[in-house]
């Protein structure tokens, strides 16, 4: 797999996860791990199941005003480094999350192992 891929592999997952968040559309967001072996929510909450992944989007349909925009930061083989920042309405209280995604891809192109790190103002 080329740098030019692991590029094109993750601006083209990140866009349909930009739009799944932007539509508060757990859903649609949820084949894009189908192939994912690992999904670190947190460093010390690790979901290995489609039940975990999709309990780590619940609550999205409450959110209002969503806003979501992402770099591509880097890539190493079959790794990508995204950051992002998503903004959001919960009950009254606005929120601004800002956060970085590595994932690994697999021979297939597909997301094998995702980690996130964000912090929520």
């Known amino acids: ?10 601006t083209t997952m990140m866009d349909k996860l930009a739009e799944a968040w932007r539509n508060g559309d757990a859903d649609a967001a949820m084949p894009l791990f189908a192939s994912t072996r ?12 489609a039940e975990e992944y999709r309990s780590y989007w619940s609550g999205m349909d409450d959110f209002e005003n969503i806003t979501v925009d992402w770099d591509l930061v880097s890539t190493d083989g079959r790794t990508a480094v995204v950051h992002w920042v998503n903004t959001f309405g919960l009950a009254g209280t606005n929120y601004h999350v800002d956060g970085l995604y590595v994932i ?15 912090f929520t103002k």
């Open 104 to 118: 690994e891809f697999n021979d297939a192109g597909e997301c094998d192992v995702i980690k996130q790190w964000f």
């Open 38 to 49: 690992e999904y670190h929510h947190r460093p010390w909450d690790i979901g290995t199941t």
């Open 1 to 10: 797999m080329t740098e030019a891929t692991t590029a094109e592999l993750a």
